[in-house]
């Protein structure tokens, strides 16, 4: 395990997300009623941040460009993209791809992030 602290848990109360780094990747953090979940900050399908996404259902992430959407506890897409109208024929080219996610461990008053 390659464990990095990304935050402390008082910068990141609950119901809301920050990007972090860590690995050389910028990772999204949320604090979520079920605890705290670090997946990609951007995402798959073109790129997109997602830090200002919809949350639905209180653990699916929606991406603010296309609306591809995401559980952020297992990184399975919920729904790809499918926004504007005629969106569905670039996804012949960028096919359906999960979330990444990363395993969050708290220690003390620290966030850290299994960045593998």
């Known amino acids: 395990m390659a464990l990095e602290t990304v935050a402390h848990l008082d910068e990141i109360p609950l119901g809301t997300r920050k990007v972090v780094k860590a690995g050389g990747h910028k990772l999204l953090l949320l604090h979520l009623e079920t605890g ?17 996404g919809k949350l639905l259902n209180g ?4 991406c ?17 993209a499918n926004f504007p ?3 569905q024929a670039l996804n012949v080219l960028r096919g359906e791809r999960c979330l990444a996610t990363y395993p969050v461990v708290i220690e003390g008053d620290q966030i850290r992030v299994d960045i593998r």
């Open 36 to 52: 705290f979940y670090a997946t990609q900050a951007y995402c798959p399908h073109l790129l997109a941040p997602l830090k200002s």
């Open 85 to 87: 109208p005629g969106i």
């Open 64 to 80: 603010p460009f296309h609306r591809a959407q995401f559980d952020v506890t297992s990184g399975d897409v919920i729904r790809w």
């Open 59 to 62: 653990h699916v992430l929606q």
